[in-house]
């Protein structure tokens, strides 16, 4: 390996990992993970925001073609309140869960273009994203069912809420082992139950690093969509909803590529 001269003290060193993009290309640190979080949300955030907000479009285009045709159907004697329990409810769960589904697959989108130093457009990574959605809103289903299953399955048994606290950690195992599994569906675009088995792979021995990136990671995004309303005020508010979902992406994104980069030391972003 090909050695440099530091003027720092004297001495040879081995020379610094390439860095064409957002992230040295080595296994990462959480500095390097927020580094390089910040470093895409300034590069590539408005492009990464404009094409979570077009794809949404399509989504509430149709979700209010739903509420008017609920609204006309509740109009008639017989259908009632049931109408939003049986349509626009579950129409507006199915928005919701697109849109978690859009803005990560957009973010794997990105993490190639983004690790390389490569340019994108709103357009195009929107290109990119759309044909991953289904297997990335999937594996988030089936993550959910995985942590969330069994207590609710417990509870529609009829179980006290108390009575279920034992469940909570296995609930928070199980959260944090597939947390990388939609990223996986959108990155390497595997199948939904693939997506979960690489997700356990990547997670295992590293359980407590995920969840410490993780968690500050939404917290971050929170702190993001309660300080712009602030800052902006109506339109501020308009686009948290967005904010939230985008903000945690990139970080989700990054952690997955450095257990890449480790359990995988010969693996390019490229």
Known sequence: MAQHWTHRGGGWLPPRSPR???????????RDILDGTLATLGRYGGRLLGALLLGQLGG???LAAVAGAATLASLTRTAGSRVFVYTLAPALALFLLFCRALATALAAALLRPAVLGRPVTTLGLLRAAAPRIPAVSGARL??????AGPGAAALGAGLPPLALLPLAPVALWLWVLFALAPTAAGYEGLGPVAALRRSARLVRGAWWRTFAITVPAGALALGAAYAVPLRFGVLGALFAPALLLTVPQPASGLLYMDRLLRSEPGITAG
């Open 20 to 30: 064409p993009g957002v992230i040295p290309l080595r296994p990462l640190g959480p």
């Open 60 to 62: 509430l285009l149709l």
């Open 142 to 147: 089936l993550a959910l069912l995985a942590a």
